[in-house]
């Protein structure tokens, strides 16, 4: 805009300061337009078989899942019994107590310090809270039509799915509402149960496959790699076999969801990485890197 | 004034314009543009945005531009205010939402902004501030009925977080058909090109300015005794109040005679509180709290140092201002800073308090051997950089070129909308112009621009406010009407 002769731009050089009246239009380009813009500095390289590896947490909390509603739907037809239940789950608990303990050497004992004694009493605690309160929870919902309880057990599923803490730094993550919405799933199923017996048993075993095992599983994934992929495909296999005995069709889907989790999307995530676009530049926010509350505390 | 550029739908009936013209179209040069600044921020709201806004138009005015501007009510303050200069201001009774900015639905401001156009005779019109709604109502408004568009741009956004994205959208849509922007850095108009996928060429960067007579120093306001650092910002995070925090304790410990006085409020006013308390430096830091812009000199002039710890900033006016006032400013190296002073005026530091402790130190032991200049020699040097009829002048040739372009016709302008948008963004929008059309072909018919009334021209120093103006009986009754509203 400005009516500068042209040889004059070419023997001065732009510079990218306001203070000085430069020779050149308010609307110059200059050949150093955009050159401080970044793209993708912190974009992360990701390897299909650690992907992979990753997703298994996933599969695992949907197999979880798959397997308690199992585990109801023999109870209400009364193919298992209650007693074998509670009895496989108490010996899955004690084993799965003591690898807990062995895997790292105790270390995590140590740091907690957590005695076996307080581990014993909690337990203790939970059981017979449990088994007075399940003649409660037997009755609890019965003025609920059936329907609504399966349409809230299925909702309260799917929201332990989207809450739980699968290792994802987001705003959305909270273990303590994806484990109450599990047990308050538990409790709405137990209710439809024949006897308090069988809600007491649902109950408790909701408890150690939503609660115990997953702290398990961490540990497991954090020290032996190796069995972890192990305990995740053998764990899927026997969810799958489950739902097979009750629905062929309900276990080629659930097959096909596991399936493309665990290597259909990890194959989306990182051809999807080539088209990312992150830019960066000198307009951006800075971040403060300090720990700023040494000065207040 | 007749209107220039001629969109298809832009043509009004002229009839009733032509008894106005003649008698001004000769007093005035070939090239005054009757303008239309459109803002949710003026006064009596404080800020950048609102002083750019009302020293832009002074100069305009001085310069023998008609200039109105537009904005929502505040409180009280409704209908037609004049202010200095006759410069007219519009306070439209439309809901705030958030942030002093209004609710937007594209379409519930049509009537009351047509209205204002056409009385006004409003050939330009420029918005200010891409988080005011209003602006961008204006913007998509003046587009359908062919008036020519000029945006100023002053705030800088990143590209990470889902609502930059989302706002960042809406950039593009609202700028994909404006004449010219006007962005107040060159790291600004880098930003807004990247943010709305802009022609780099339909951008210019005019910065902001201050007035130099405003800020002068007055060094026998300050105590040589002791060494006084200055921070005037909003204790908000953006600007580094945390920074500020971290510094504060670091260099009263190492230097027994060194002061902070700190002006502004905020939500972080708290925490240097708190480091007040915790560090007892009672006698040493004053937080002064918000402060009215024209106390900011005499705050300015009690330091030797200017501190400035913001994150993100588009021109940075405080560090200028305080410059205009002697002082050696620290600031961190963000955004659009290190375009604003000579590298010999001010001390650039990272945004970390280890930087910034370091930049101020070097700033202390430069004021002790008295290596510094006097502040009347700083002041001297900073007074020539940054002037509003400077940026006037620059201004009025963004409305000059835009006033020689043609407005996009509503088919290349869905066209527009659609190809530069993506194809689900811009159909949406190219649906919306197509209802604002109708609205507005609508309020056409009810009530057709032929019976709004020509607005007086009030501004500039023959303008109908003063007894002198020649056209004072000419247009009586239109001033009737104008007063009565």
Redesign the interface.
Known sequence: ??AQPVTNTKEARWQ????ERQPF???Y?DQR??E??RKNVYARKYQYWAVVFESSVVIQQLCSVCVFVVIWWYMDEGLLAPHWLFGTGLASSLIGYVLFDLIDGGEGRKKSGRTRWADLKSALVFITFTYGFSPVLKTLTESVSTDTIYAMSVFMLLGHLIFFDYGANAAIVSSTLSLNMAIFASVCLASRLPRSLHAFVMVTFAIQIFALWPMLQKKLKACTPHSYVGVTLLFAFSALGGLLSISAVGAILFALLLVSISCLCPFYLIRLQLFKE?????????????D?SR??S | MAYRGGGGDGQHPSASLSYVSPGRLSTCRTCTHNICMVSDFFYPNMGGVEGHIYQLSQCLIERGHKVIIVTHAYGNRKGIRYLTNGLKVYYLPLKVMYNQSTATTLFHSLPLLRYIFVRERVTIIHSHSSFSAMAHDALFHAKTMGLQTVFTDHSLFGFADVSSVLTNKLLTVSLCDTNHIICVSYTSKENTVLRAALNPEIVSVIPNAVDPTDFTPDPFRRHDSVITIVVVSRLVYRKGTDLLSGIIPELCQKYPNLNFIIGGEGPKRVILEEVRERYQLHDRVRLLGALEHKDVRNVLVQGHIFLNTSLTEAFCMAIVEAASCGLQVVSTRVGGIPEVLPENLIILCEPSVKSLCEGLEKAVSQLKSGALPPPENIHNIVKTFYTWRNVAERTEKVYDLVAGEAVLLMDKRLDRLISHCGPLTGCIFALLAVFNFLFLMFLRWVTPDSIIDVAVDATGPKGAWTHQSPYRKKVDENNEVSKTR
Do not use: Q, R, S, T
């Open positions: 805009m400005c990218k300061v306001l203070y239009p308010d609307n380009v337009f955009l401080e813009l992150n830019i960066h530049g000198p307009w951006d926010e800075a971040e403060i890197k300090e700023l000065f207040l």
